[in-house]
């Protein structure tokens, strides 16, 4: 979607904020016996971040036909604020950690939930880094410059992955 400035730039607030908030209080909840269980729950969903990253990417944003329209406009206004709302993200996460919530409790709804609001920060984070930012070769971020302009410019079917080639090399859609 088409966002305001501030639309665009509330997730580097929110998220941040939001993240820490439920950190601590589930690593409370959990309490230190538990601790390192909620953090390998969050580390495992940061991880597991990297898929639904690349599966949204893939077979959402160049498949569903009104969000397909949506991120064909991003390929071609690259520097545009589009992208997804706070308040939808964030729901979107709250519907993924209150089942888990319900079956196992605040303290692991709260691992999940922050493992992949990391991740999706760190999603956005680079997103907006290899649209904005002219990183140093050859560096991290260069090189997922480079590879995120190959998707944009040369091969809509290669490099979903904005963040990491894992997936795209898993699944064949790697293009160098």
């Not at 690349?54 to 604020?81: A, C, G, M, N, T």
């Amino acid at each position: 979607m088409q966002l305001g400035l501030i639309g665009y730039y509330s997730d580097f607030v929110v998220y941040p904020l939001v993240i820490a908030l439920l950190g601590v209080a589930g690593l409370i909840e959990a309490g230190e016996e538990s601790a390192p269980d909620w953090i390998g729950t969050a580390l495992v969903c940061l991880g597991l971040w990297t898929l639904i990253e690349y599966v949204l990417h893939r077979f959402v944003l160049h498949h569903i036909p009104w969000i397909k329209d949506l991120h064909d406009r991003h390929h071609v206004e690259e520097r545009s604020p589009v992208g997804t709302p706070t308040w939808l993200s964030l729901g979107v996460h709250a519907l993924v950690a209150l089942p888990v919530w319900l079956m196992s409790g605040f303290a692991a709804a709260s691992a999940v939930a922050c493992g992949l609001m990391l991740g999706y920060l760190w999603y956005i984070s680079v997103h907006h880094m290899i649209h904005h930012w002219h990183p140093s070769h050859p560096s991290y971020l260069y090189t997922l410059k480079r590879r995120h302009a190959v998707h944009h410019h040369v091969d809509d079917t290669a490099n979903f992955g904005v963040t990491s080639i894992f997936w795209d090399r898993v699944f064949g859609t790697a293009r160098l």
